[in-house]
């Protein structure tokens, strides 16, 4: 399995931008595709965004595109999720995941591994 570990939440206003991080270690980074989710208070966990091993192709959940961008760099085994335009609706627990396939990753199918999550609070 890989270990994953995010990091950069914090707490900002709406409006504002924050870049997560995603440390992988552990088996081979890039041959896992890697996915954002947000659980929010009293919520189900939900996918944000997800790329593909190689990086050429992406996936966002509609109430992120445009302000949401997921990069990876497999020399560093990191994966990294740029938020823009934040709104207090985004306030969340992230969680970065891998698994065999952005596609699937961005429609329902389970991760194989978890990172413990970072807060992202966003003020009105």
């Known amino acids: 399995q890989v270990q994953l570990v995010e990091s950069g939440g914090g707490l900002v206003q709406a409006g504002d931008s924050l870049r997560l991080s995603c440390k992988a270690s552990g088996r081979t980074f890039s041959n896992y595709a890697v996915a954002w989710f947000r659980q929010a208070p009293g919520k189900e966990r939900e996918f944000v965004a997800a790329i593909s091993p190689s990086g050429a192709t992406t996936y966002y959940t509609d109430s992120v595109k445009g302000r949401f961008t997921i990069y990876r760099d497999n020399a560093k085994n990191t994966a990294d999720l740029q938020m823009n335009s934040l709104k207090p609706e985004d306030t969340a627990a992230y969680y970065c995941?891998?698994?065999?396939?952005?596609?699937?990753?961005?429609?329902?199918?389970?991760?194989?591994?978890w990172g413990q999550g970072t807060q992202v609070t966003v003020s009105s």
């Open positions: 995941a891998t698994g065999r396939s952005a596609a699937r990753l961005s429609t329902g199918d389970s991760p194989s591994s």
